[in-house]
């Protein structure tokens, strides 16, 4: 992927901001997203996402969330989406 995105900073003020997973949970999702229309294969399915949409998983997000995390920051799978 490539791109950027911005942030406001008003994020400052939204109860998130206190959080550091949540955050990074939040901030991965935006990151994820996509920006445009476009078709993604999901199995055997062709689907059609939106701006704003992504596809994912429990297992798939967790590892993505816990990659470069040191291990006693490490969340179990069902943490994130939890959280989500």
């Known amino acids: 992927m ?3 995105i911005s942030l ?3 994020l400052m003020d939204n109860p998130i901001y206190s959080n550091a997973f949540m955050l990074k949970l939040w901030i991965h999702c935006l990151m994820k997203a996509s920006h445009k229309e476009h078709k993604h294969l999901v199995g055997n ?3 059609k996402l939106e701006p704003g949409q992504f596809v994912t998983g429990r ?3 967790a590892d993505e969330f816990n990659k470069g995390a040191r291990r006693d ?3 179990s799978s069902i943490t994130p989406w939890r959280w989500l």
Request: no cysteine; charged share 20%; glycine share 6%.
């Open 2 to 4: 490539a791109g950027w």
């Open 8 to 10: 406001h900073r008003k």
């Open 45 to 47: 399915q062709m689907v």
């Open 59 to 61: 297992h798939a997000l």
């Open 73 to 75: 920051e490490v969340v």
